[in-house]
């Protein structure tokens, strides 16, 4: 386990619609990443924040975005969603020197 | 341009053999760090190992080993004595520190270690 939790494990939607991702870090970490990873694709950094400010950007689409709370929780909201959204999508935290990264088990997106 | 390579899309071993797992990288930047990162068939993600760029000394961890050189820019990984376990995607990645952070993976090696 390793400490980093994602919420829900699983979703199922339609496309179109809009969902959010939730993901709660380690105790003590600073730093959200975002990830998404599709089959053909592989995995794509989408977005870092760092106590509460974005950090870093990667290829996030402009019907993404995310935000990190007062409490250090982060979530990755996707609209207008595509058949091709559907990915696998990790959130890892990292303490606030190190630059381990801990990922959480994944949220799986599926897109019908 | 930040770029890694790991041109082994899928290598199978019979288990008890050595496995080296390559990580070729290319960046301009002085500060970087590399990973590896290993997927297990369930999926989720798990950290392995993070070397910085000023640090070349490799490393080893039980079966694991690391090799890290610079002037190939290679950060290659061995696993010896393979076991079944072993079976997973194993990622190697790049973090630029310097300026805005950026993340680089590879594309994944599978690694099938049959019994």
Redesign the interface.
């Known amino acids: 386990d390793s400490g980093v939790t994602q919420t829900p494990k699983h979703l199922i939607t339609a496309t179109g619609q809009r969902v959010t991702l939730r993901c709660s870090p380690r105790s003590g970490d600073l730093s959200v990443y975002w990830y998404q990873q599709s089959l053909d694709q592989g995995l794509q950094f989408l977005i870092q924040y760092y106590n509460g400010e974005e950090r870093a950007k990667g290829n996030i689409l402009e019907r993404f975005s995310a935000q990190q709370f007062p409490d250090l929780h982060s979530e990755l909201n996707l609209s207008s969603l595509e058949l091709g959204d559907s990915a696998l999508y990790f959130c890892a935290s990292s303490p606030p020197v190190s630059g381990e990264a801990f990922f959480g088990q994944g949220t799986r997106l599926t897109v019908v | 341009a930040q770029k890694v390579t790991q041109a082994q899309t899928e290598i199978s071993v019979v288990e008890k053999e050595d496995v080296t797992l390559d990580c070729v990288y290319e960046t301009r930047d002085t500060t970087y ?1 590399l ?1 590896w ?1 290993k997927q297990p068939p369930s ?5 392995l190992i ?1 070397r ?1 760029s000023f640090d070349e000394q490799n490393e080893i961890s039980g079966r694991y080993s690391w090799n890290f050189q610079k002037s190939t820019s290679s950060f290659n990984f061995t696993i010896t004595a393979s076991q079944v376990v072993d079976s997973a995607v194993y ?1 190697c ?1 790049l ?1 630029i ?1 310097s300026g ?9 090696t599978r690694l099938k270690v049959l019994a």
Do not use: H, P, Q
């Not at chain 2, 999926?43 to 950290?47: A, I, S």
């Not at chain 2, 805005?100 to 994944?108: C, S």
């Open positions: 760090y990973f990162y999926g989720e993600l798990v950290f993070r910085n990622f990645a973090i520190t805005t952070y950026k993340y680089i993976f590879g594309t994944g």
